[in-house]
């Protein structure tokens, strides 16, 4: 069956970088759209960034833009967020979700992997 | 990327039925038929509902309704069942490869 896991997330200072990973089976990879969806704590949903199949488009939200780089190895399966210049306010669950090519919604999710932004 | 305007909650006894709207703007919700809504369960995954919004996943019960007027789209849940409370996210694609969701809506069942 389809399945998502997200990796990677820690307890980084203000300022640093840190890299999540989001690594998926049961089903082909580099057929589907991916995306980083994001959720602070007792907060909603945010959307944060897409990849394109071939990761040749990529595709970001405002709060994140010039900061977080999405990419994929679709030899590996494996979904990528590089986040840099973290802040405080982007202390969230990241979770990844796939979409079908050519469609707009979230049809499968990861449970999350923790990110917290503090000194 | 302003957030679309859900209510922090909604409430209903066993067997009625209940609406969230979902407001966005002429840019996002008003200009494409491209509205999803998500079920998260505390601690768990968001699970698709709707998409395209009114078409419904298989395997999701036919008690889960989507519609949408202008710039306000709607999730209706008919039958409450004690297995619906959880929260509920509208998310519509703003174009330019974006999405935005809504704040999110507390269903309760009393």
Redesign the interface.
């Given at each position: 069956q389809v399945q998502l896991v997200e990796s990677g997330g820690d307890v980084v200072q203000p300022g640093r970088s840190l890299r999540v990973s989001c690594a998926a089976s049961g089903f082909t990879f580099s057929d589907y759209s991916m995306h980083w969806v994001r959720q602070a704590p007792g907060k909603g949903l945010e959307w944060v960034a897409v990849i394109s199949p071939d990761g040749s488009s990529k595709y970001y939200a405002d709060s994140v833009k010039a900061r977080f780089i999405i990419s994929r190895d679709n030899s590996k399966s494996t979904l990528y967020l590089q986040m840099n210049s973290l802040r405080p306010d982007d202390t969230a669950l990241y979770s990844c979700a796939r979409t079908p090519w050519a469609t707009h919604f979230f049809e499968s999710w990861g449970q999350g992997t923790l990110v917290t932004v503090s000194s | 990327?302003s957030?679309l305007t859900q209510p922090a909650s909604v409430s209903g006894s066993p067997g009625q039925s209940i609406t969230i709207s979902c407001t966005g703007s002429s840019s996002d919700v008003g200009s494409?038929n491209?509205v999803?809504w998500?079920q998260?369960h505390p601690g768990?995954?968001?699970?698709?509902m709707i998409?395209?919004e009114v078409k419904r996943?298989s395997g999701v019960s036919n008690r889960f309704s989507g519609s949408k007027s202008g710039n306000t789209a709607s999730l209706t849940i008919s039958g409450l069942q004690a297995e619906d409370e959880a929260d509920y996210?509208c998310?519509s694609?703003s174009g330019?490869?974006?999405?935005?969701?809504?704040?999110?809506t507390k269903v309760s069942v009393l």
């Open positions: - | 990327q957030a494409y491209l999803a998500y998260q768990k995954a968001p699970k698709l998409y395209d996943p996210y998310c694609y330019t490869s974006a999405y935005v969701f809504g704040g999110g």
